[in-house]
């Protein structure tokens, strides 16, 4: 489930950059409107499953309803998925790999 999470965290956080950084450019100012579609649908079912994984994982591990928040939040701010994983993630993958 950990290792989910990561992965979810990260590629949300990628399909976030991707949308507003390069494929919106793309749409309003070289009128093409395309890839924003795609990357659109695909950050769209990465904020789902992101938000649905951050919430099991919150129950499962009786986290705060403050780090609930953050990992909530963290989806609606460019770079804070990052963030997530290296702040409560990766120590946690860590703890589990010794």
Do not use: C
Request: net charge positive; charged share 15%.
């Amino acid at each position: 489930m950990l290792t989910l999470f990561r992965i979810t965290s990260i590629l949300e956080g990628i399909s976030y950059l991707a949308l507003f950084a390069i494929t919106m450019p793309l749409k309003y100012l070289a009128d093409i409107p395309m890839p924003n579609k795609y990357v659109g649908y695909a950050h769209g079912v990465l904020f789902i499953a992101y938000i649905a994984i951050a919430a099991v994982f919150w129950f499962k591990k009786k986290w705060s309803l403050k780090r609930a928040f953050i990992l909530i939040s963290a989806s609606l701010l460019p770079f804070a998925t990052f963030y997530v994983d290296q702040k409560y993630l990766k120590p946690l993958a860590d703890k589990s790999a010794k």
